[in-house]
């Protein structure tokens, strides 16, 4: 049968991207792209004015604890999780300073240090690294964490999705379909590094402006993620962790992955769980059956293995909302049974099964769902939300991994039109 579907001309979608985030049709610079960098991780409300001194003062902390080769010039405002400085070295090349302050009565500066070590592991590592956006310095100073990133040149997919509605429903989906995999992909390399994410949401996934090269090709929209741990809130402790030393984050030193490894089996990740996320469910359970009773029986690679599961059920509400764009889909309290019910709700809703020659069964959406009237497109998104609910969005023992979820949806694409 011969194709249907056109291969997608990437430097044509950059270009529709490139009209669609920009507001008029002036050229790209990087003031514009650190201005909207630093509106995708400040709080819309906040109105708080630059304070000069409060410059000098973090400039004197991080020469002084840091490094000197950074010069801190302006403070850009608060972010999610905290202060953002805008810092520059002798070269003129950018970096963004941010200062956290956390509560230490806890006693958990350890399971700090383990989490910043998480990222500086990742930052290092030559599988994770393209997906990360690096800590290049951190250092906890009294009850304040200071780390250092470059100015990361693109927009959080919160923001993303703003310019993308301004597309034509075919270019939205291209692209959509394109973030998909990546961000698949992505999250499928740190799980495969034997890493949980834990705090994924709209604001924690980047999609860059600039392409990149990966083995001799150039592709567009790369993803990288970020706040793996200190986003997340700061409670409970790392017992048994005291024993263990050289650990650095330091990817590339002799037998360092094995000193993280051991130290990681001993550093139970504890954020799942914390008040923040306790407080964000409905009923008297954890998200999707995931009982205290439960967490408190489970060694370090059976949690781990839960938290890559609850990686997977976020990630995937996150993209069931990119390729349902025109229906609220409800994750601001969290990320529980509820928002399962509601996109479970969603398919019964939109989607109906019809049998085709093959005898097989295929998803197709209403249009007036998406905007599209396009029977083909229409299936490509019913298909894609198919694989994407029933794989992620299940409880806990049926959820597959990205890698899995990624590959149906590259066996989708290369084989629909002879498969259906």
């Known amino acids: 049968m011969s194709q ?71 403070y850009l405002g608060k972010g999610v999780n905290g202060r ?21 009565q806890n006693n958990n500066n350890k399971q700090i240090e383990f989490e910043l070590n998480i990222l500086n592991y990742l930052s290092n590592n030559h599988a994770t690294s393209e997906y990360i956006n690096p800590c290049l310095e951190h250092k906890i100073i009294g009850n304040q964490i200071f780390t250092i990133f470059p100015v990361f040149n693109g927009y959080s997919l919160s923001n993303m999705q703003n310019y993308l509605a301004k597309l034509n429903p075919t270019d939205y989906y291209k692209i959509v379909f394109y ?76 037998n360092s992955f094995d000193k993280f490894d051991k130290f990681a089996s001993f550093a139970k990740f504890t954020k799942v769980k914390s008040d923040n996320y306790l407080n964000k469910c409905t009923g008297s359970q954890l998200p999707l059956t995931i009982t205290p009773k439960l967490l408190s029986t489970l060694d370090s690679s059976g949690y781990l293995k839960l938290s890559k599961k609850w990686d997977v059920f976020c990630l995937g509400c996150e993209l069931v909302k990119l390729l349902l ?65 029933k794989n992620m969005i299940t409880k806990s023992e049926a959820r597959d991994k990205c890698q899995y979820v990624l590959d149906k949806l590259i066996v989708y694409e290369k084989y629909k039109d002879e498969a259906f």
């Open 84 to 104: 953002l400085y805008l810092a520059k070295d002798s070269k003129g090349r950018l970096y963004i300073c941010k200062k956290i302050t956390v509560n230490t």
């Open 325 to 389: 764009p025109n229906v609220t889909i409800p994750t601001e309290n969290g990320y529980n049974e509820n928002v399962r019910s509601i996109i479970q709700a969603l398919m019964k809703q939109y989607f109906q099964l019809t049998p085709s020659k093959n005898t097989e069964t295929r998803p197709k959406l209403y249009a007036n769902v998406v905007g599209v009237e396009n029977d083909e497109l229409k299936a490509d998104i019913g298909a894609y939300l198919d694989i994407i609910i």
């Open 179 to 254: 973030l998909v995999k990546n961000i698949l992909q992505g999250m499928a390399t740190i799980h495969g590094s034997n890493i949980a994410h834990q705090n994924i949401n709209a604001n924690s996934i980047l999609v860059s402006s600039e392409s990149r090269n990966q083995t001799g090709i150039q592709y567009d929209l790369p993803i990288k993620f970020t706040d793996f741990g200190l986003g997340c809130g700061h409670s409970g402790s790392s017992d048994g962790i005291d024993g263990i030393d050289g650990i650095d984050g330091n990817a590339n030193s002799a």
């Open 4 to 74: 249907k579907h056109n291969t997608i001309n990437i430097n044509k979608i950059s270009s529709a991207l490139l009209t669609a985030r920009l507001a008029s049709a002036k050229q790209l610079d990087v003031n514009t792209l650190l201005t909207e960098n630093i509106k995708s991780t400040q709080n819309p409300n906040n109105t708080q004015t630059i304070n000069d001194s409060d410059t000098y003062e973090i400039n004197q902390i991080v020469n002084n604890n840091i490094s000197s080769k950074y010069h801190i010039t302006k």
